[in-house]
């Protein structure tokens, strides 16, 4: 199996976010092989990817303890590597199949990909106990704006802070966020704070239940915060979005996202390949 290590949503290298991306010229491993593989790789998701026809890929996403359905920068990995590789070209659309359903991507320097329908799940979050958990010292301010679940492909608490000094202050108890999301079955957090120096918002995502402390760049999450902020107004069909992640890590990430006028969101950025190997198992 030929690997590739990705750094997506940048084109510096170390910077964005990390990820696996393996080649399959057979079928798909068992999962517990392509779980070890990404334990091994040590990245907070690794695509596996078959070819199923022109232009046309079926991606399965794991994260070192277990399969996920959708993972935002491990598909902008994927095309990527697959542009870099002449296996697609600028300009291609092309079909990804996914446990989350089947996604289109769009090839250029920035691969876009579609996200699954937004939906709002219907699930309360205890704010209250959220902004302790995510703030331990109490000493933030909280805006009225509502907390709520969003998920386009994976469900994630989209949760306003009043400030981008509060959000890159944040040192959350991953302890009691894995219960939390676990309780409302959720990846995890996704805080944000509103600006205007350039970027719609800055953005800090946690997801400690999978593993992954915190992650420097998350398309699924950020399609999720995009149609929060068109259902409050904040932004109409049509419009873009630039989300800065990652600065809290050192791994400044740029996610791009789209609000099409037919209510589909896709969310994209550019990738640089750091590193090319193969398993021998």
Request: proline share 5%; aromatic share 8%; hydrophobic share 40%.
């Amino acid at each position: 199996m030929k690997y590739f290590i990705v750094d997506a949503f940048t084109r510096e290298a170390f910077g964005g976010n990390p990820a696996g991306v393996v080649l399959l010229d057979q079928d798909f491993p068992d999962e517990r092989l392509m779980t070890q593989v990404a334990a091994e790789l040590r990245y907070s998701e690794t695509a596996f990817v078959q070819h199923n026809g022109p232009k046309e890929y079926t991606v399965r996403y794991f994260t070192p303890t277990g399969e996920v359905d959708l993972c935002g920068h491990a598909t902008i990995s994927t095309f990527g590597v697959l542009r870099e590789q002449g296996l697609i070209a600028d300009g291609d659309v092309c079909l990804n199949h996914t446990l989350a359903g089947d996604l289109e991507v769009a090839i250029g320097e920035q691969v876009m990909m579609q996200m699954a329908t937004p939906t709002v799940v219907d699930r309360q979050v205890d704010a209250d106990r959220l902004h302790r958990i995510m703030d331990p010292t109490a000493a933030f301010r909280w805006p009225d704006s509502p907390i709520e679940i969003v998920s386009t492909g994976l469900p994630d608490i989209i949760m306003p802070m009043a400030s981008v000094e509060d959000l890159n202050g944040m040192r959350p108890d991953m302890e009691a966020l894995s219960a939390i999301s676990q309780e409302l079955n959720v990846v995890g957090a996704h805080a944000f704070a509103l600006t205007d120096d350039g970027y719609t918002a800055h953005v800090r995502n946690f997801g400690p239940l999978y593993g992954i402390p915190e992650e420097s760049a998350t398309g699924t999450a950020n399609a999720a915060l995009t149609h929060y902020l068109h259902r409050r107004g904040l932004i109409a069909a049509g419009d873009k979005c630039r989300f800065m992640q990652g600065e809290a890590m050192g791994r400044p990430s740029v996610v791009m996202t789209v609000l099409k006028p037919d209510g589909s969101i896709w969310v994209g950025g550019e990738s640089r390949i750091i590193a090319i190997g193969e398993f021998l198992v």
